[in-house]
């Protein structure tokens, strides 16, 4: 009796979920051509031991990255091209911040933070998809959690062991 | 059915409230965090309790146990602590390499799923688990066949080889020697199909398909069949020509009978090859002179008289120098065959080669009385003394077929020398995708501790050195839940791991995940099978 309502549970949760688990992005969605505040949850250390490091890439299309720095954590904001310039509010943007990473702090495996980024969704970004941003999280002794799974073409993220947090973008607000 | 009922709906209910806590569950999933034993440890008493201990609490949903021997136990008792599972161990494990394979669900609803592997005493190699489902129609046929070759060609052209060269007086059993070449000949045609059906894992019923006869063809058995059939046919339409005509052609039928034999077969492609096919040929042309000789030397001593006496003369003669040979023979494909004096107990060919023996020494027991016993007094002419050696050659008669059926499952067994080289054998696959490709090698390619070692090349085959690669080992037929591996780079620049154990034969499912930068990670899978 309990396997089997152990087992109806499992199907349960596995058809409703996966997005509960990892490090996520707690602003499930956000329309294209606007501000967004990435708020990534970090939910858990690497099997057991603290996270010291959290570093974020930042996907092609989002520009103007404004990392929220963190006591005890260093920034770092690595910068380069992007593929394209993109048009921040008239100003065309063809560089900018593509990888975030917070180091040297000290989260336990069983506490929780968030780290948060504001970034501007350009509206070269399709919306009805959803945006990834890979994250990596490094603990001692060279172990790593790796949240860099994006899905491919017909996959979901259940499908996924490693899915990156995502974001599903909306049609741009009307009027401006 | 109300009952059912009932207990369907405690279950939607309880599961619903289950998803509401769900839902308002810590936003979190389970990680394996410790096992005891320790994953890959040797112990070296089995262990009275197994335990998992999680990042987050957890509720266990399946907890099985994979045996040495590929059995597979589901482990009912466990308590249940803050974030350990504690699991009774059966009381009766043996030992060699276990598997324990979990599958939990943690707060957040996600079922979290792997395997951890320890070994009492040492690592073992174990039997195949998926073993191929034998298809026992076609392999009883496949059986008789060879036994019904054996007849014909032993009989058949051994014995029309008899009537001609040896023993004049027994061409009486001229019929018995066509019935038997007839039976060699049909038997000899029908177990090409059957050969194609076994090579295809067809089943009987598929016996009129060209294809089955085709595939038959094509085997190394396709040509044996080839030139006995043309023996046989020899031996058939000569078997009554003048005396000149059926010697030449007897001789040649023996010759090309037990050349046939040498053209395939375990023995036949085992090295040195120039040895052991004339080894294989001596054996079956010494059987054929003697065996064949039998049943006519039996019509002759029947009949009596001074044909039966310069019979039984000649007989006596010529097959001690036959089955000297013969044996000699027989003891140099064993020597190769089996390698080693355990494997003789330990593998069913050596159990077979020690059945055979012991109904030759059975056939020799009565072949030494025939010889020191009745054959002096028949050769002097004692009437009562010819009809105990005319029983007495029936006897080995009987005896004869017997080992005929006992080395016909020779055909389903491999020698002890093939088992061993396809042991050793290492093996690989290779694995690509648009983004990266593996060669990846198990050494050897069998179950047991084994050592994985894999090239990774970007898809246009240059070199390229990953971040991390890890080798994810499952057996979804056997319940075993993915293991991973985590390889180390090289000098050579190939990533190894030696510290894994394949608990079982059969079909693993391998998975290669190359970590090729920060953020960018490929996975590989394919199946490998794992030898036993």
């Known amino acids: 009796m309990l396997r089997t309502t152990l087992a109806t549970v499992a199907a349960l949760a596995l058809g409703t979920s996966a997005a509960f688990a990892h490090v996520s992005l707690q602003l499930k969605d956000a329309p294209v051509g606007s501000t967004y505040r990435a708020i990534f949850q970090v939910p858990h250390g690497c099997e057991g031991k603290p996270t010291n490091l959290v570093r974020v890439q930042i996907p092609e299309g989002v520009i103007a990255v404004k990392p929220q720095p963190k006591a005890g954590w260093t920034l770092e904001?690595?910068?380069?091209?992007?593929?394209?310039?993109?048009?921040?509010?008239?100003?065309?943007?063809?560089e900018g911040v593509k990888e975030v990473v917070w180091s040297g702090g000290n989260l336990g495996d069983d506490e929780?933070?968030?780290?948060?980024l504001r970034v501007y969704?350009?509206?070269?970004?399709?919306?009805?998809?959803?945006?990834?941003?890979?994250?990596?999280?490094?603990?001692?002794?060279?172990?790593?959690?790796?949240?860099?799974?994006?899905?491919?073409?017909?996959?979901?993220?259940?499908?996924?062991?490693?899915?990156?947090?995502?974001?599903?973008?909306l049609e741009a607000a009307s009027g401006h | 059915m109300r009952d059912q009922l009932g207990r369907s709906c405690i279950q939607v209910f309880l599961a619903g409230i289950l998803w509401c806590c769900l839902a308002a569950a810590a936003m979190a999933h389970a990680s394996l965090t410790g096992v005891v034993p320790a994953d890959g440890a040797v112990v070296s008493v089995p262990p009275k309790t197994l335990s998992l201990s999680f990042s987050e609490p957890v509720s266990p949903l399946v907890l099985r146990l994979i045996l040495p021997d590929g059995q597979a136990r589901t482990l009912e008792s466990f308590v249940l602590?803050?974030?350990?599972?504690?699991?009774?161990?059966?009381?009766?494990l043996a030992a060699g390499t276990h598997?324990?394979?979990?599958?939990?669900?943690?707060?957040?609803?996600?079922?979290?799923?792997?395997?951890?592997?320890?070994?009492?005493?040492?690592?073992?190699?174990?039997?195949?688990?998926?073993?191929?489902?034998?298809?026992?129609?076609?392999?009883?046929?496949?059986?008789?066949?060879?036994?019904a070759i054996y007849i014909g060609l032993f009989f058949g052209i051994g014995g029309l080889f008899a009537v001609r060269w040896l023993i004049p007086g027994g061409a009486d059993g001229l019929p018995i020697i066509r019935a038997a070449t007839l039976l060699g000949m049909v038997a000899t045609t029908l177990s090409l199909g059957l050969q194609g059906l076994d090579a295809l894992g067809a089943p009987l019923s598929n016996l009129m398909d060209r294809t089955a006869w085709r595939a038959g063809l094509d085997t190394s058995f396709g040509l044996t069949v080839m030139v006995l059939l043309a023996a046989f046919l020899l031996a058939i339409i000569t078997s009554s020509r003048s005396l000149v005509v059926s010697r030449a052609a007897s001789l040649a039928a023996l010759v090309a009978g037990s050349g046939a034999l040498a053209l395939s077969g375990h023995a036949s492609s085992a090295a040195p090859q120039w040895l052991m096919r004339p080894a294989v040929f001596v054996h079956?042309?010494?059987?054929?002179?003697?065996?064949?000789?039998?049943?006519?030397?039996?019509?002759?001593?029947?009949?009596?008289?001074?044909?039966?006496?310069?019979?039984l003369g000649c007989f006596s003669r010529l097959i001690p120098f036959c089955v000297a040979a013969l044996t000699l023979a027989g003891l140099l494909l064993a020597l190769v065959q089996v390698e080693e004096f355990g494997a003789?107990?330990?593998?069913?060919?050596?159990?077979?080669?020690?059945?055979?023996?012991?109904?030759l020494a059975a056939l020799f027991l009565v072949v030494v009385i025939n010889r020191w016993v009745f054959t002096k007094p028949v050769e002097r002419g004692e009437g009562d003394a010819t009809r105990r050696l005319g029983r007495a050659v029936v006897v080995e008669t009987m005896i004869v077929l017997a080992v005929f059926a006992v080395a016909a499952t020779w055909r389903f067994t491999p020698p002890p020398r093939a088992m061993a080289l396809a042991a050793a054998q290492p093996a690989s696959i290779h694995i690509h995708s648009d983004k990266a490709m593996a060669e990846v090698t198990f050494t050897p390619g069998r179950?047991?501790?084994?050592?994985?070692?894999?090239?990774?090349?970007?898809?246009?085959?240059?070199?390229?050195?990953?971040?991390?690669?890890?080798?994810?080992?499952?057996?979804?037929?056997?319940?075993?839940?993915?293991?991973?591996?985590?390889?180390?780079?090289?000098?050579?620049?190939?990533?190894?791991?030696?510290?894994?154990?394949?608990?079982?034969?059969?079909?693993?499912?391998?998975?290669?995940d190359i970590l090729i930068s920060d953020f960018e990670l490929v996975r590989l899978q394919d199946d490998v099978e794992i030898a036993p």
């Open chain 1, 77 to 94: 904001k690595i910068k380069g091209t992007y593929a394209k310039s993109y048009d921040y509010y008239g100003t065309p943007t063809g």
């Open chain 1, 112 to 116: 929780y933070d968030e780290f948060v």
């Open chain 2, 284 to 311: 079956g042309l010494t059987i054929a002179v003697w065996i064949g000789a039998l049943p006519p030397l039996a019509y002759a001593l029947r009949q009596g008289g001074d044909l039966g006496r310069q019979a």
């Open chain 1, 121 to 169: 969704l350009t509206k070269d970004l399709k919306a009805g998809e959803t945006l990834h941003f890979p994250v990596v999280q490094e603990c001692p002794d060279g172990v790593a959690e790796r949240w860099i799974e994006i899905p491919a073409e017909g996959q979901s993220d259940d499908d996924l062991e490693l899915p990156a947090p995502g974001v599903k973008l």
């Open chain 2, 81 to 92: 602590g803050d974030r350990t599972l504690e699991i009774s161990a059966p009381g009766d």
């Open chain 2, 99 to 147: 598997v324990l394979a979990w599958r939990v669900v943690s707060e957040d609803g996600h079922p979290v799923a792997g395997s951890t592997i320890f070994s009492i005493g040492a690592p073992s190699s174990a039997p195949q688990v998926d073993r191929e489902a034998i298809d026992w129609p076609v392999r009883a046929e496949l059986w008789l066949s060879r036994i």
């Open chain 2, 344 to 359: 003789l107990f330990s593998t069913a060919y050596g159990n077979v080669l020690l059945a055979k023996m012991a109904l």
């Open chain 2, 447 to 512: 179950a047991g501790p084994v050592e994985v070692s894999a090239i990774i090349l970007a898809p246009d085959f240059s070199p390229f050195t990953p971040k991390e690669v890890t080798f994810v080992l499952s057996n979804p037929k056997s319940g075993i839940e993915p293991m991973r591996r985590r390889a180390a780079l090289q000098a050579d620049g190939s990533w190894r791991a030696s510290d894994v154990v394949v608990p079982l034969a059969g079909q693993w499912r391998l998975r290669v």
